[in-house]
């Protein structure tokens, strides 16, 4: 997939790690979403 989609140079220089948030994943998401919206409701 990779290979298909990125762009030739962040192939070359990127590199796929395994998450080290495990199942803290969907708390930063959800997180992460409720900040965009704070940020969009204040401007």
């Known amino acids: 997939m990779i290979e298909r989609e990125a762009l030739p140079h ?3 220089v990127c590199e796929v790690v395994p998450a080290q948030l495990g ?4 708390d930063v998401a959800a997180l992460t ?3 965009n919206g ?6």
């Open 38 to 43: 704070l940020g969009q409701a204040l401007s």
């Open 23 to 26: 199942d803290a994943i969907g």
């Open 33 to 35: 979403v409720a900040w």
């Open 10 to 12: 962040s192939r070359r």
